[in-house]
């Protein structure tokens, strides 16, 4: 069964700070992985989209990772602001296009 | 502004009655998609559409129902045979499949009274 796993399930940071949210998976075979942001009580909406051959992409103070050996995605926060605070959502699809979700990285940024 | 709408945000019903909520979209793609979100777990597929008058079971149809009479719309009606239905609902489009992104509803929060 494919599988998204994300961690830490939820952290506090300081406004200003770095963060760094991470995602394995286990889904096969690998089509690409896209990194949703979900604020509370909304939709999420996709930040960034990770393919085979992509090992970093940036979104303004959002850059993602992809390990596709390792099957690890990564979503680090650069100078963290008070709107990041939200739920970040790891999704994986896999080659019959069936999507995988991850239970979400909850982040809460405090002044 | 092209987007998803989904109606009623908030929904409070009694044991025992169905309820059906809203999701229209303007963004001309063909594909639409039910999603059911509670907390501590990820989302969870209950019916999809890839084209009119057609439509899918996902992974937790039961339950429900959907019907796709026109392109910009997809309701999903929750039934009393679903045992759990307090819920945030998000329904979601996408232009044809593959590595098109999903864009989402606002929600609906259904509480069971």
């Known amino acids: 069964k494919n599988q998204v796993e994300q961690s830490p399930q939820s952290l506090i940071i300081l406004e200003g700070k770095n963060c760094t949210l991470q995602?394995?998976?286990?889904?096969?075979?690998?089509?690409?992985l896209r990194w949703y942001k979900q604020d509370t009580g909304r939709g999420p909406v996709s930040l960034t989209i990770?393919?085979?051959?992509?090992n970093t992409k940036s979104n303004g103070r959002y850059t993602a990772t992809l390990d596709a050996d390792t099957k690890q995605s990564s979503l680090h926060i650069t100078a963290s602001q008070l709107s990041d605070s939200a739920s970040y959502i790891c999704?994986?699809?896999?080659?019959?296009?069936?999507?995988?979700f991850g239970k979400g990285n909850q982040v809460v940024v405090i002044p | 502004d092209g987007g998803i709408t989904q109606s009623p945000k908030y929904l409070f019903r009694k044991e025992g009655q169905n309820v059906t909520l809203s999701c229209e979209q303007n963004?001309?793609?063909?594909?639409m998609y039910w999603y059911r979100q509670d907390p501590g777990q990820g989302l969870r597929l209950i019916y999809y559409?890839?084209?009119?008058?057609?439509?899918q079971k996902g992974d937790i149809a039961e339950g429900y129902s959907v019907s796709r009479e026109k392109k910009e719309s997809f309701p999903l009606t929750v039934t009393s045979a679903q045992k759990n239905p307090t819920a945030f609902y998000l329904c979601?489009?996408?232009?044809?499949?593959?590595?098109?992104?999903?864009?989402f509803g606002a929600g609906s929060r259904l509480t069971v009274l």
């Open positions: 979601a489009s996408q232009q044809g499949t593959g590595a098109n992104v999903l864009t």
């Open positions: 995602c394995n998976y286990t889904v096969s075979p690998f089509s690409n």
């Open positions: 999704v994986v699809r896999d080659g019959n296009n069936r999507l995988a």
């Open positions: 990770m393919t085979f051959s992509e």
């Open positions: 559409s890839q084209i009119v008058n057609d439509f």
């Open positions: 963004l001309n793609h063909d594909a």
